[in-house]
């Protein structure tokens, strides 16, 4: 499956509300002050030792012309919209294009991740992209195998159920990669790799029922991470495929319950919105529980 089957990135999130709500807090401000420039009520013109340019780029963070602007008179709607506008520039830019969080929702990240973790996605190691579209301006680097991402569903089917939904997942093949997996053996261009057994998993909250699974280290390209595989049988298997241009193969750490791009596909470079870099927070919201111990980095 590639670019062209996925469903369009765009879908409404966090970052399109932000959007629409500054949207409409600069169309406020201005039929606000059209109105009042023709009534007379106030003068909306910058100062004469500031630049138009200058004046111009204010308002755009500001949604005023000078900090001296007197706006108290105006309706509550426009104080509202002149206070509120460069809070809301701010999250979104901070949101947009450095650092966003993300809750992971189930256990197919298990052991690196449980349901309930909070975690910090890196939007800016890979390039600058623009928020909403996810259009890339400046690339600084590429993914790498054994990297954990989060990325827009593909949703090559067209499922409704899966329309702009955010997964999270790592990287195990790179553009170019000839991959396959056969009995929880994970085999990259003719390599296996490296897998060391470390003993039962012993799971808390939502992963209890993953008690007693076989923990394993698997290496990949000398960077290792915990995986988690079923005592009973192995997970679902791939024959030998090669990974097409644009395009990442990705799988969960719980092979065994993981729906991932052996089930429907490839990841598009395009649709990667960062690399998950730490966990801020964990609340287990099946038990109500919180685990500090939980909080920051990972493999």
Do not use: C
């Amino acid at each position: 499956m590639t670019i062209k089957n996925a469903e369009a990135f765009f879908a409404w999130d966090v970052l399109s509300w932000l959007f629409v709500a500054m949207a409409l807090a600069v169309v406020i401000v201005l039929i606000d002050l059209l109105v009042s420039k023709k009534n007379n009520q106030i003068n909306a013109t910058a100062p004469e030792k500031k630049s138009r340019i200058g004046s111009f780029f204010y308002f755009l963070v500001f949604l005023k012309f000078s900090k001296n602007e007197k706006y108290r008179h105006r309706p509550k709607v426009v104080q509202w919209s002149i206070e509120m506008f460069p809070v809301l520039l701010l999250v979104l830019v901070f949101r947009g294009f450095i650092f966003e969080p993300f809750r992971v929702p189930s256990n197919s990240m298990m052991p690196t991740l449980l349901t309930g973790d909070f975690i910090v996605v890196n939007k800016f190691d890979y390039g600058l992209r623009l928020p909403i579209t996810n259009t890339r301006l400046v690339k600084f680097s590429s993914p790498e195998r054994g990297d954990v991402i989060v990325f827009r569903y593909p949703n090559y089917e067209k499922n409704p159920g899966y329309s702009g939904v955010d997964f999270i997942k790592r990287i195990v093949a790179l553009p170019g990669d000839v991959i396959s997996y056969q009995k929880d053996q994970l085999i990259i261009n003719g390599k296996s790799a490296d897998v060391k057994k470390i003993g039962p998993y012993v799971g808390i909250d939502s992963g209890k029922p993953m008690d007693n699974y076989r923990l394993v280290r698997e290496v990949i390209d000398s960077s290792g991470h915990d995986l988690l595989l079923n005592p009973k049988g192995h997970s679902k298997d791939l024959i030998e495929i090669t990974i097409p241009e644009g395009h990442y193969f990705v799988m969960g750490d719980n092979r065994s319950h993981s729906s991932d791009s052996r089930f429907w596909g490839f990841v598009p470079e395009d649709y990667i919105i960062g690399r998950a870099i730490g966990i801020w927070l964990h609340w287990d919201w099946n038990y109500n529980t919180m685990q500090f111990s939980r909080i920051g980095g990972f493999d």
